[in-house]
């Protein structure tokens, strides 16, 4: 039986699996065992450095092998992880280590040639409850030697705090207020996705994982690390992704198990030097977080050669909603993400609030023990969101086949998915407004090729006001995900008689 406590499943899986490979990172790997003294040394570290049971821990930084050692390190101690985005800038990263009131920051300077800590001073002042910066880059070491001061009684006495529903993690997902929304799931909600994962695919000691999935997302989190720890398989982090690097590792590492978004499978399929590689390993792959091309899952089994491969369907609150069923034929997949995961309930409900009939477009609506507990300090949103009766409403839509598989035809909401990151209009309209020569502006996804979707800005100026300069005034306020490939100068934008902007009218522009 999987644990339901972080502190649990590390020391089952320290036992079952002791020498066996945990991380491989380059090289470094961290047995089963040395994972276990790895997380304890965080956990004390972190209680030296004045975080407490309840405590929020913020996370910045790629995926590399002391990510989740930092994650199980806070957990075990019972504080929440925050992960945050690597493409923040200072002022996002800094709102939500307001919002969250996290007491410590691991980060890394010099990713990608980003100094993060300097972006965070450049954002403003330091929130007062943060007390502690940790960079892995240049002080990982120095940070677990304060570990040394913590006693075993100390240690023991954080650890009896936690439970089952000790909360495990905030993954923030900013709404279509552009707010950011903390969603809180439990320890036994964030172990109960990885183990419902990992036995969707299967997962066991044999398995070499590579995890190209962002680790402060929960695909490359829970579907992740913890899903392969619950399994005893081996993690191969990837910091960057470039295909050719990718299709050494699979070979070099012979890695089994590889999900991504559909981009990842779409770069190593159209690789010039692909029958170069010899990619047999690979037996298990599950391409989510954006449209999916139809020929994608055949071209996934016929020319990458990988044995099954899955569709899948879940968001931040939910993140393991359905996935396609084994041995299905990669057509139907293309067309459905498969039928509820075990202990989770789907509906389709029309705006009348009836059962959509099959085939029939509805909200998707879903109830079980692994829908979030809610958002953080934020009842309102909660209750929008949560019905009395516990299903979440999703805002998307969709239709149940007659075999129960979910077909997502839209979106209520106006979200849309850049390279597998989900980008909220909202968010990225409210920065533009932020400009003093900008009136106003509408943003919508629009088809990519490469990306799945991108975002293209409607805006409104009050001057002579280009599309390049716009541009370049919000490379350092957003994530480049978030900003716009697009930009279309308009008079005015479409409104129906309530004064709603008619994003309709702008798509068909």
């Known amino acids: 039986m999987t644990p339901r406590t972080i502190p649990a499943l590390i020391e089952k899986a320290e036992q079952t699996y002791a020498d066996h490979p945990a991380i ?28 407490r049971s309840g405590d929020r821990v913020a996370i910045w930084a790629p995926n590399r092998w002391e990510f989740p050692v930092a994650v199980l390190g806070a957990q075990t101690i019972g504080a929440a992880v925050v992960p945050l ?43 007062e409850h943060l007390l502690t910066i940790v960079d ?23 650890k009896a705090t936690v439970t089952p529903d000790t909360l495990a993690d905030l993954l923030f ?22 183990d419902v994962w990992a036995r969707g695919a299967a997962l066991s000691p044999e398995d070499r994982y590579a995890i190209v999935n962002p680790f402060f997302h929960g695909f490359g989190y829970k579907a992740g690390f913890i899903a392969a720890f619950t399994a005893g398989s081996t993690v191969y982090p990837i910091a960057t992704y470039d295909p050719s690097q990718a299709l050494k590792l699979i070979q070099d590492e012979r ?15 159209n690789h010039p030097d692909l029958k170069a590689y010899d990619l047999s390993s690979l037996r298990f792959a599950i391409a989510g977080a ?32 359905t996935t396609t069923r084994p041995g299905e034929d990669p057509e139907h997949v293309a067309k459905v993400v498969g039928p509820a995961v075990e202990g989770l309930e789907i509906r389709t409900v029309t705006a009348t609030g009836e059962d959509a009939e099959p085939g029939e477009d509805g909200e998707v609506w879903i109830r079980g023990d692994n829908v979030m507990l809610g958002y953080f300090e934020n009842p309102e949103a909660t209750a929008e969101a949560i019905d009395e009766d516990g299903w979440l409403h999703t805002g998307d839509v969709g239709y149940l086949d007659e075999h129960g598989c979910l077909k997502i035809t839209d979106r209520i909401k106006d979200m849309f998915t850049v390279g597998g990151f989900n980008v909220y209009p909202a968010e990225v309209e409210n920065t533009l407004a932020g400009h003093p020569g900008i009136v106003e502006a509408a943003v919508i996804g629009i088809p990519d090729a490469r990306l799945g979707q991108v975002g293209k800005a409607f805006v409104v100026v009050r001057d002579d006001l280009d599309p390049d300069t716009i ?30 902007v008619l994003k309709t009218d702008l798509r068909d522009t």
């Open 255 to 269: 890695i089994t198990v590889l999900p991504g978004a559909p981009t990842i499978f779409t770069t190593l399929i």
């Open 24 to 51: 491989v990172d380059g090289p470094t790997t961290l047995t089963y065992t040395e994972l276990a003294d790895a997380a304890e040394k965080a956990a004390r570290a972190f209680l030296a450095s004045g975080v």
């Open 85 to 127: 985005n690597t493409r923040y800038r200072g002022h996002e990263a800094r709102e939500i280590l307001e919002r969250s009131r996290a007491t410590a920051l691991v980060t890394v300077n010099g990713f990608l040639g980003t100094d993060y800590v300097q972006m965070l001073h450049d954002a403003g002042p330091l929130p």
């Open 173 to 194: 997902t900013s709404g279509t207020t552009g707010k950011p929304k903390g969603v809180m799931s439990a320890q036994r909600q964030t172990i109960g996705v990885a």
């Open 290 to 321: 954006a449209s999916v091309p139809e020929s994608l899952f055949a071209d996934m089994r016929d020319i990458l050669g990988i044995d099954e491969v899955k569709g899948a369907y879940g968001l931040t609150e939910c993140m393991v909603a």
């Open 136 to 158: 892995l880059a240049d002080g990982w070491d120095e940070f677990l030697a304060r570990g040394d001061s913590t006693t075993d009684q100390r240690l023991e006495d954080a």
């Open 471 to 500: 541009a370049t005034w919000l490379k350092d306020r957003l994530a480049n995900y978030k900003q716009p490939r697009a930009y279309v100068l308009v008079d005015s934008l479409p409104r129906n008689a309530s004064g709603k």
